[in-house]
DNA sequence: TATGAATGAGGATTCATTCAT
DNA sequence: AATGAATGAATCCTCATTCAT
């Protein structure tokens, strides 16, 4: 399972699928990338689709565990916390442009139960975002927003991202992740 | 070409695309849907892509449209622009939510040429907004911030909407875009 | 039958089966060369086949016609015979290369029976030059040659012409007939 | 490539593009006559039409290289050149009509930039004729006719027969070339 | 006469997956 | 572990023809 060669096909995937989209790839494109014949490829992998689930569980599953880290850190204000979140999720993406697309793009195409699973997983990070917004809410360090839309807002716009970001550009993700921050905490407002 | 017919295909495409996804929706089912033969639905469509091309194009020519009447009202300040930016375009969003899907999720299944006019379009449209902020910037009604980014920023949130807004909610397309518009003006910070 | 517009859809088919050959020419072609809807082209012909039928009937047919006026005439020696028929099969071949091209091209496409008909004509044909040669040798015009297979020989020859003739050429049709008799009538032994 | 099994699908194409034509003969009738699934056959084959190129392809240039040994050949005379391609020729159309018959009659049928690779080779086997000719003249050996013409009508009589061949007749292809010969060098006049 | 909607069968091709070797 | 032959279902699309208006 954890071979080198599963690793290898792994990575093809993730290359292909963030290129051509799942349904463009053909399990024979992804033999060819790895050198092995199309029947090859199945020593290793379960089915296409499998290998799509692996792909964007792996994914989700990372930035939950970044997540669930600020969140376990008691001596963060929840203002530090969102502002660590933003990064770490806007590191993230930037590290992992292709499988960040697979997941926010290609998970769809999985089957229902399959997707469920991943759509589980994203609704429990969105709840872990929700939870800083209220925690900060309660702490005065926010205003009394309303913490489900804002971790929507918010999420929509970091994970956007992956729509635009191209690796070697101007900004860093750093760059743009205080950039972020500060739209998000101060607003655009001229005060 | 606006025959009942051709929009009655339309509405079915649009109702599939966004239930099933493009590639998983077949032209079988589209004419299912609307009681014809598999055959004789080329009597209205050209081919299944170009159906998803109009439909695209459809939507992000909407988009533009109204963000092209805001800008040409001289009598608005450019804080009242991006409120009223924010509020199109979540109405839009929320009263055509599967369209709004078709374009956002699906477009990238069109062939490299078609997807490159939406993509234009779509470029566009950031330009549009990207004119507002900096003209609020030099206006000094917004805080000199990176405007490119700051709207992708939004962009980016009130796009996402189509991922999570379900009709029949709680929230209006009223309420959702007061929350945005708070939200992207004076940030979460308590001050 | 014989209306005008027939003869506009009977000219408007002949072209493309040549240009593009009766498989790859669809109704919808012909209609369009014609100015007529698909549907409206079944006031005057039966089927695609059918007139791909009449083009080649007519065409055997004229070429049948004028090999009979050859062997009625009684004051023709064979050998004038055998010159005039060469010279009258290249007139009609290069005045109707098209047509030609149709029947000698397309006319295997027809189905058995309706090909049977064409090959019934086009064994007549055959007959009809056997004969000329026949009469010659009988009469000591022509060397004692194998009468069927030299018919056969020259119809190769005479009927290859629409697979490289062009209009506008630097041979006229009498030059090549006159080429085609020497040819046929000396042989290009130098003696 | 030269597997058994794509050299018995050449066999069945070659077969059935003869019997009903290359338009009339679907992939489905090639895999029955090789017992294999439709999608079985594109593990030997690129396309439809890739075989009917491929067995295009190969016909012309068998001839071509026949004719090419011939013009090597210094040691024979021009007369022997030609009668010697006479025979060739009609040997190889006799022992392999369904593939001369696919290349005379079925290589219309490919797409522009194919059929003119197989027209360019076509033209250089006329060419190479020809040039016998052409050499024939100069030395003497034939009368001051016009070479390429007299290519073509010789080139003509001898494809057609394809036509009219059939295995297990009276005639074999010795005696074929030698009445063709025949007539080509002295014409049917008698004097 | 002309339309154009509708048919329904047929066609080439793709593809994920299986399996004997 | 690797192959590659084979499957069989699915897919998009074309097209000659019919027919009600």
Excluded: C
Aim: proline letters at 1%.
């Amino acid at each position: 399972m954890a071979s080198n060669k599963y690793e290898e096909i792994t990575k093809a995937a993730v290359m292909l699928f963030e290129r051509k989209g799942y349904h463009a790839t053909s399990v024979q494109d992804i033999a060819d990338e790895v050198g092995l014949q199309k029947g090859s490829l199945y020593h290793y992998i379960t089915s296409k689709e499998d290998l799509l689930m692996q792909l964007a569980h792996r994914s989700i599953s990372e930035f939950n565990g970044q997540m669930e880290e600020i969140l376990k850190n008691a001596s963060l204000t929840n203002r530090e916390r969102l502002h660590l979140a933003i990064e770490n999720h806007l590191k993230y993406v930037t590290k992992n442009v292709q499988l960040t697309t697979v997941l926010l793009r290609e998970a769809f195409s999985l089957g229902e139960d399959q997707h469920q699973v991943i759509q589980d997983l994203t609704d429990k990070y969105l709840n872990l975002w929700t939870q800083v917004i209220e925690q900060g809410i309660a702490a005065g360090e926010f205003r009394p927003v309303h913490a489900r839309i804002t971790a929507l807002s918010i999420l929509g716009s970091i994970n956007w991202v992956y729509r635009w970001y191209k690796e070697g550009g101007k900004l860093t993700a750093s760059d743009i992740s205080k950039l972020y921050s500060d739209l998000f905490l101060d607003g655009i407002e001229n005060r």
